[in-house]
T-cell receptor
Framework: RKEVEQDPGPFNVPEGATVAFNCTYS??????FFWYRQDCRKEPKLLMS???SGNEDGRFTAQLNRASQYISLLIRDSKLSDSATYLC???????????????FGQGTILTVHP | NAGVTQTPKFRVLKTGQSMTLLCAQD?????MYWYRQDPGMGLRLIHYSVGEGTTAKGEVPDGYNVSRLKKQNFLLGLESAAPSQTSVYFCASSFLSTGLTTEAFFGQGTRLTVV
């Protein structure tokens, strides 16, 4: 089983639609969670950190469910500019070495069309 | 505000040639990483470093070596390039804050083609 798995996608939605991505992780000791956005093979950039209580940033809402080991990203009122690949990232705190290994999901491609 | 800088940005190598990719960060981050990204494979960790003078293997380390002689620099070496190493390479850095790994900051990537 992969450490981090995402919805395979791709997602093709019209402008204004609401779209949700899910991501599951296998290491129950994972402690930090993020959603990144990547455009056209450019470098990934942080979209949101994901906190236990869930968090919202404008049209974007991230949720964390530790019991089921998944995180989600909800995009409301989709814009053409939201077209990108969305990467789920999980970090595991390794204790003594203080190393937080960042593991990426394969990414989900979103295309928003007029 | 440079952040993470990778050099070179593009390179074409012949099979068997060697090269070094340089990653430099000016944020005083402890952790640095090298990933490769291939179509349909996502980002895969090659090697990482938790501090100056320390390195460790990631998910796909074979054919690569790394060094971190200075905290701000993380070098990725290919001793004998193979076509299978054609990929986009990303360097990233992050730090530990109150026991949690923070977000990673990425360089712009190096597009390497081995012919």
């Amino acid at each position: 089983r992969k450490e981090v798995e995402q919805d395979p996608g791709p997602f093709n939605v019209p402008e204004g639609a609401t779209v949700a991505f899910n991501c599951t992780y296998s290491n129950s000791a994972s402690q930090s969670f993020f959603w990144y956005r990547q455009d056209c093979r450019k470098e990934p950039k942080l979209l949101m950190s994901v906190y236990s209580s869930g968090n919202e940033d404008g049209r974007f809402t991230a949720q964390l469910n530790r019991a089921s080991q998944y995180i989600s990203l909800l995009i409301r009122d989709s814009k053409l500019s939201d077209s990108a690949t969305y990467l789920c990232v999980v970090a595991f705190y390794a204790g003594g070495t203080s190393y937080g290994k960042l593991t990426f999901g394969q990414g989900t491609i979103l295309t928003v069309h007029p | 505000n440079a952040g993470v800088t990778q050099t070179p940005k593009f390179r074409v190598l012949k099979t068997g040639q060697s090269m070094t990719l340089l990653c430099a960060q000016d944020m005083n981050h402890e952790y640095m990483y090298w990933y490769r990204q291939d179509p349909g494979m996502g980002l895969r960790l090659i090697h990482y470093s938790v501090g100056e003078g320390t390195t460790a293997k990631g998910e796909v380390p074979d054919g690569y070596n790394v060094s971190r002689l200075k905290k701000q620099n993380f070098l990725l070496g290919l001793e004998s390039a193979a076509p299978s190493q054609t990929s986009v390479y990303f360097c990233a850095s992050s730090f530990l804050s109150t026991g949690l790994t923070t977000e990673a900051f990425f360089g712009q990537g190096t597009r390497l083609t081995v012919v």
